[in-house]
Nanobody, 118 residues
Framework: VQLQASGGGLVRPGGSLSLSCAAS????????MGWYRQAPGKQREMVAA???????AYGDSVKGRFTIARDDPKNTLLLHMQSLKPDDTAIYYC?????????????WGQGTQVTVSS
């Protein structure tokens, strides 16, 4: 499985940005996908996650501002971000989990930088 994230960049506070993560390879037994982020000096945190059944979860700091979605025909995970704040500045990583023979395996994209600054 390969994950390719894109869409990061520089945006002003209050602005919007959308991230994409294209998945390829053996996309079987997927149980969920998500976005995580890591700011300098901080631990990686969950931003948003979506299960194969469509259940979603958001980190407390992004609820009401970020929306996660899947484009299944294109095997693409999306993250729509609005009302961005300087605290949203981080490297954003996409994640995909599979369950095979009772074993969960995690896959990670290379990360895309999001900088919120005036």
């Amino acid at each position: 499985v390969q994950l390719q994230a894109s869409g990061g960049g520089l945006v002003r506070p209050g602005g919007s940005l959308s991230l994409s993560c294209a998945a390829s390879g053996s996309l079987f037994s997927i149980i969920g996908m998500g976005w995580y982020r890591q700011a300098p000096g901080k631990q990686r945190e969950m931003v948003a996650a979506i299960s194969t059944g469509g259940s979603v979860a958001y980190g407390d700091s992004v609820k009401g501002r970020f929306t996660i979605a899947r484009d299944d025909p294109k095997n693409t995970l999306l993250l729509h971000m609005q009302s961005l704040k300087p605290d949203d500045t981080a490297i954003y990583y996409c994640n995909l989990d599979t369950l095979v023979s009772g074993i969960i395996k995690e896959y990670w994209g290379q990360g895309t930088q999001v900088t919120v600054s005036s």
